[in-house]
């Protein structure tokens, strides 16, 4: 299995708007966002990434252009890493869905919260792990196991993919905070994903790589006792 970096796009326009943008077209990168994307070229210098992985919202393509620009890299479109489809809540204020009997159960109980007109929480934890189990697997079996892969998707997609990876019920997803242009790392392997960054928002991601095997290293399933090494 391989090394996967979840980067929620960078600052868009609803980011700052006070509205739940959802699925809604035309949401575009602000100009923080675009510097934050121009960013990533660098951020990811030392990262050789063998595939990008894109939800089909434009604020997604917007954030890995340049990157795969700079690596002459063909982003894949997986419509299971697309934003939640929020129903009838989208395009309403954040002010105003406050309000609502179920803004408690997503605060509260999400894997019981359901949009209405939309889908629920669970559902999307579920398409979105079978998504990158699938495409890891592909990444992994072309290139090998040592191999770093990146997905561009939205806030609530990835805290859902690392509650997963964390072992975490989906009601604890509120916990787990993930900032646009963040990035998170999850190295899977056989027997369980290690998870290596969360939020991480620094500028120098090259110790996501996984080292070359050394003679004292534990089967690439198992934790080190006592803590890891470091190389």
């Not at 919202?57 to 890299?73: I, Q, S, Y």
Request: hydrophobic share 45%.
């Amino acid at each position: 299995m391989a090394t996967v970096v979840f980067l929620r796009h960078a600052r868009s326009t609803a980011n700052t708007s006070g509205v739940l943008a959802g699925r809604s077209a035309g949401v575009h990168l602000d100009e923080s966002g675009r510097r934050q994307a121009e960013g990533l070229v660098e951020r990811l210098v030392e990262v050789p990434l063998r595939s990008v992985v894109v939800s089909p919202m434009t604020r997604c393509a917007e954030t890995v252009a340049p990157l795969v620009a700079a690596r002459g890299l063909s982003p894949v479109v997986e419509d299971d890493l697309a934003e939640v489809d929020y129903g009838s809540w989208t395009g309403r204020a954040i002010k105003d869905l406050v309000g609502e009997p179920l803004w408690k159960v997503v605060q509260q109980h999400p894997s019981a919260a359901v949009f209405p007109g939309g889908e629920g929480l669970a559902a999307v934890q579920a398409r979105a792990v079978a998504a990158v189990r699938a495409h890891d697997a592909r990444v992994a079996a072309e290139f090998g196991d040592r191999a770093v892969w990146l997905l561009c998707s939205h806030g609530d997609v990835i805290k859902a993919l690392l509650a997963d990876a964390l072992g975490q019920h989906l009601d604890s997803f509120q916990r787990i905070v993930v900032d646009p242009a963040s990035v998170s790392v999850v190295r899977y392997t056989d027997t369980r994903p290690f998870v290596l960054r969360v939020n991480d928002s620094g500028r120098e991601l090259g110790g996501v790589v996984p080292p070359e095997p050394g003679s004292g290293d534990a089967p690439a399933g198992d934790a080190v006792v006592g803590g890891a090494t470091g190389r």
